[in-house]
């Protein structure tokens, strides 16, 4: 499962859609709980790293 949070008024904001990689909402937590792979990867694109349990 993978949960996205942005900052707003100073409290974590639950994101309910996927961003598209460039939006614009600052991201502060990406929340992994045991995670699909294509979860994993829009992580890794956004971040710009590869997470070595994906192979």
Not at 8 to 25: V, Y
């Amino acid at each position: 499962m993978l949960r996205i949070y942005s900052c707003q008024n100073n409290h974590l904001a639950l994101i309910d859609a996927i961003p598209e990689l460039g939006e614009a909402t600052p991201i502060v937590w990406f929340d992994l709980f045991n995670p699909a792979q294509d979860e994993t990867r829009v992580v890794e694109q956004h971040l710009g790293i590869r997470n070595s349990d994906t192979g």
